[in-house]
């Protein structure tokens, strides 16, 4: 079977996509080849002044109002509230934690890391975000997510769970409740978040 110079380069390109994708190649704090469709947003006097976000983001009102403007400052001579420039930036932010969980337990989760890092940022790897896609998935239609994991260990699955859970309570459901359940009981976790800003202070091994 004969293949042309061009096929290869096509290959060669796929390859390198792939290989991409499973090292979870991707930069939390911009957004870019993130996890979700996603979609650019330049605000140049942003906290990050280009950012690939969630889909859902660009229909909140604030994000549309300041690109109505072309920045945050010229919003905020319009804006009849009391908010600074820096406390608009501050909102966004929170509302790119709203809808990125990514972003979010990037900067707000801590793991204890196995191959002797230390403490580090919880960045997702790849079979967190397959997870992470059917969950997002599940949530945005409004349905249950109710998914069974067939899983080898060591991947991160429970310390996944654990935070997406958490994430939820935080930014989307008040009181929301979860469970993790193992057949060792001193694995097992029974967590329920009753304020919307519980302060979290976790600091978790991969399971």
């Known amino acids: 079977m004969n293949i042309s110079e061009q096929e290869v380069d096509q290959i060669l390109l796929e390859d390198i996509e792939r290989s991409r994708q499973l090292r979870a190649d991707f930069d939390p704090i911009t957004g870019k080849d993130a996890p979700l469709e996603r979609v650019r947003l330049d605000i140049p006097d942003a906290a990050i002044p280009t950012q690939y976000v969630p889909l859902d983001m ?13 920045s945050v400052e010229k919003f905020s001579r319009s804006w009849q509230h009391d908010d ?15 809808h990125d ?3 979010w337990a990037y900067f707000e989760i801590r793991i ?13 790897n790849y079979a967190q975000i397959k997870v992470l896609e059917v969950c997002e998935r599940l949530r945005r239609d ?12 060591q991947w991160g699955g429970s310390t996944f769970s654990i935070f997406y859970q958490t994430w939820l309570a935080l930014k989307h459901r ?22 919307p800003y519980e302060v979290i202070d976790m600091v978790t091994t991969p399971d």
């Not at 660009?58 to 072309?70: H, S």
């Open 58 to 70: 660009m229909e909140e009102p604030l994000v549309q109002k300041i690109l109505e403007r072309g």
């Open 84 to 98: 600074t420039i820096e406390g608009i930036q501050q909102e966004l932010i929170r509302l790119r934690e709203k």
């Open 101 to 103: 969980f990514a972003f």
């Open 112 to 124: 204890d890391d196995k191959t002797g890092r230390g403490v580090i940022p919880f960045k997702l």
């Open 142 to 153: 409004d349905q249950p997510i109710n998914i069974i994991i067939c899983k080898a260990r």
């Open 174 to 195: 008040e009181n929301h409740s979860f469970s993790v359940c193992a057949q060792v009981n001193g694995v097992a976790l029974e967590k329920e978040l009753t304020k």
